[in-house]
Structures are given as C-alpha cells and as structure tokens.
C-alpha cells in the first residue's frame, strides 16, 4: 500500500518520539545530542517540499513576537553559562560569589549557572522543542493529524505499559538499556522513575479518550473506524493498568482527575453517542478500583492518590525526605538567586551544597517544575520564558474541552512533580498543545 510523503513524514516523526520513549524519555545528556541530531535531520527533509515550506513562513509571519522572545530567552541562557569576572559576577549572582570567596585559589572567571554543562545541554534541548514545533507547524495541518497522533500515542502507551507490567510482574529485573532495580515495586518499563512514567502513560490516556470519543467524526473508512475502536480500547485497558502498577500517587491522581472530568464534559455534552463514552469511562473507574482493590489491598485504592505524603529514600541512607521538604527547599533557594537564577539542570548542585545531611542525599530535581524552573531561569528569565507563550495561553479561540484538560494536568505537575524537565514530556504536550488547535471551532465534539 503506497502511503502519502506527508503520512511518511509523521511516521518519521512518531519514530522520533519512540525512539525517546525507549531511552528513559530522553532525559540523558547524550540522547539530547542525538534528539537533536534527529530533529534537525527531519526538519531539512520537511524544509525540501514547498507546501511544507509555505506553511513554515505562514506561522512565522504570524509569530513573529514568539520568535524574538525565544531568541531573547536563547541568548539568556548563554549568558547564564558564559564566564564573568568575578567583579561581575558579584553583581549578577551575589550569591554564589559570596560562595566562592570562601574558597582559595578560586579562578577570576565563573558563570552564574552551578553547572554550566548541564545548562548547556539543556539549551541544545530547548532549540530541539523550538525545531519540534516547526515541524509540527509544517506537517500537521488538519484534524485528522491531530487524531493520527493521539492513535500513535495510544499505541506508544499500550506498548510500554506493556513492557512495564510484565517486568513487574516478574520481579523488575534489569534487562539491558531497562532498569527497574530501583523501582522493586512499581512499574517502569523503559522509564527510571515511576512518576515520569505515570505522566507519560496519561498524555497517552487523555490521546486515547480524545480519540475514542470523536473517531466517528474522523474521515476514514467505517471498516478502519471499527477495528481501530477495537484496538483504541484494549490499549487504554493496558494503559489504565500500567498507571495503576506505577503506583505513582500523582499519576494515579491526575488519571482519575482526567476521566472524572470526562465523564463531566461528556453529561454537558450534546452528542448523541456520549452514552457509549460514559460507559467506557465507568468501566475505567470500576476496572480501576477492582484492580487495586484485589490484587493490591483495600487500603491501597485511596493511599495511591496522597502524592503530598510521597517520600524519597536514597540507596546505602536511612535518610527520609518528603517531596514536600525537596519542594520547600527549591522555594527557599529562590531569594538567594531571585534575578538571574542558578542556570537550568543547577538544582543538584545546589541541594548538594546547601541541604543538610547530604552525605549520600541528593535530588537532582525539586519535585516542582514551577519552582525550579523559576529558581533556574531567575525573576527576569521566567518573564522572558512566559512572555514566548503569552498569547497561545490568553487567546479564548485556543480553548475547546482537551485543551482545558491538558492545561490543568500542566499546572498539576508543575507545581507538585518534576516531569515537565524531562525532554519526552516536554515534546508530547508541545505536541498536543500545538496540534489541539487544528480542531475545527464548530465542531459539536469540542
């Protein structure tokens, strides 16, 4: 069967996101590099064809401003990891002179990031999401790409809750690139923290309902619309169980957040189909309960959702700390880095140096992006950061149902987790966000 060079180009791009999933969600300094490489590969084969190039210089004719604040935030972040004299450096991060000058034989040059390295590669990651949405821009231009991404997304989720499930089930063993030593008693999969992969699973849960509920207004053929409704359900059930089996309290939380809200959406609703839909929705919630309840213990099916009470034990410490104390912390360290914060990927280096009893604690992450991207880019980086998605946030035309879904499940993580810092998270919701919008207005579904 001969397949359209724009259905290529998507696969090309889907391969991109697999590829990610399977390298614990690209959340490596090497697989930036490569991401990278692979991202800037498809958007010179996009760049060749001139209906996609049309489409580039429309957006950006209409994006203009967008584009000068990432350019800005860009050369911010350089400057963050470029050397000063100390006399400047005083200036711009008083703090961490005022670290340094306790030490002798210091060299008269330092940045203002605590690990310039990482803020490095974190630039290159940022310019990676910045060429993603330029390509997504050039190849997705109409509903039914919007609905093809939630079904390979759909996919991608069953195939690693999956893969997740099984390890668990026979005792997390490490198997090659898999390590799930860590994680004894959750689900991983391909994924080194259970959170991670929770949020993960329910960007492909929310895919999956979207799909479920509009594939009947998708232009296809009846007979793909059946067997795809047949395969949509059977992987949400190993979504829906892989979620379960991270035991992530926060990942459990938002999916039932997302199909509560469902459930609300869809008695609002005016379609004539939503009794089916709630049915599916009721079977999750009902099949979600059972499943807890039997195999795990009555008192885990309401313990799985306190994500406030989460603890962290770090291997060879009998040190305890709660996502709360790591939250707190990162607040704390705001006012000493207020303006220009302590470079992005800084945070372990700073809780290294600061956080009592560290001999063998460390967090390499705050457990709220809002606060540690806040505490990485400073007071004036956050401004410059916000400023690029100010108009995409504040105009009413963007809002239907999923996007107001997604929106929440945002600031839900923001505030309480760290998955928003890993590259694959970041490119799934730039992903959704972007091609949510080529949904038609009008439609009775929205």
């Known amino acids: 069967m001969k397949i359209s060079k724009n259905k290529f180009t998507q696969f090309l791009f889907f391969f991109i996101l697999f590829f990610c999933s399977i390298f614990n969600a690209g959340n490596t300094n090497i697989y930036i590099q490569v991401n990278c490489i692979f991202v800037i590969l498809l958007f010179l084969f996009c760049i060749r064809d001139k209906n996609y190039k049309r489409h580039l210089i429309y957006f950006i004719d209409h994006n203009k401003k967008q584009l000068i604040f990432f350019l800005i935030f860009i050369i ?65 231009y109409n509903e039914n790409h919007f609905y093809r ?104 939380f938002l999916m039932i957040v997302c199909v509560l809200y469902y459930l609300m959406m869809n008695y609002l609703s005016s379609s004539k189909k939503k009794n089916f839909f709630n049915y599916i929705l009721m079977f999750i919630i009902i099949f979600d ?54 470079g992005p990927g800084g945070f372990r280096s700073i809780f290294e140096l600061y956080y009592l009893n560290s001999t063998t604690l460390f967090a390499d992450h705050a457990h709220s992006d809002f606060f540690e991207f806040f505490g990485e880019f400073g007071l004036i980086g956050s401004l410059i950061f916000l400023s690029i998605f100010y108009n995409f946030f504040t105009t009413k035309t963007n809002y239907n149902k999923n996007f107001i879904l997604l929106f929440i499940s945002l600031l839900i993580i923001s505030f309480f987790d760290f998955s928003l810092h890993i590259p694959l998270i970041q490119i799934i919701f730039i992903s959704l966000f972007t091609t949510n919008l080529l949904r038609k207005k009008n439609s009775n579904f929205q």
């Open 76 to 140: 911010y972040l350089i400057f963050q990891i470029l050397p000063l004299p100390l006399e400047f450096l005083e200036v711009f991060s008083k703090k961490k002179f005022l670290l340094l000058s306790k030490l002798e034989g210091i060299e008269s040059y330092h940045p203002i990031s605590f690990n310039p390295s990482n803020s490095y590669f974190q630039i290159i990651n940022y310019l990676s999401i910045f060429i993603i949405v330029l390509i997504l821009k050039m190849i997705f």
């Open 149 to 252: 991404l939630c079904y390979f997304l759909s996919c991608l989720g069953a195939f690693h809750a999956f893969v997740a499930v099984v390890l668990y089930f026979n005792g997390n063993q490490d198997i090659f690139i898999i390590k799930n030593s860590y994680y004894q008693l959750s689900a991983t999969g391909f994924f080194f923290n259970r959170t991670v992969f929770s949020v993960f699973l329910l960007t492909c849960l929310i895919s999956s309902l979207e799909y479920m509920k509009n594939v009947d207004f998708i232009k296809t053929s009846n007979q793909k619309k059946f067997f795809n409704k047949i395969y949509v359900r059977i992987f949400t059930v190993f979504i829906t169980i892989g979620i379960i089996c991270s035991f992530s309290k926060l990942g459990n």
């Open 289 to 342: 309960v059972v499943i807890v309840g039997i195999f795990f213990g009555s008192t885990r099916i309401f313990d799985r959702f306190l994500f406030l009470k989460e603890q962290l034990l770090t291997d060879n410490s009998n040190i305890i700390i709660s996502r709360g104390e790591i939250i707190l912390f990162s607040i704390n360290q705001i006012k000493d880095f207020l303006f220009f914060g302590y």
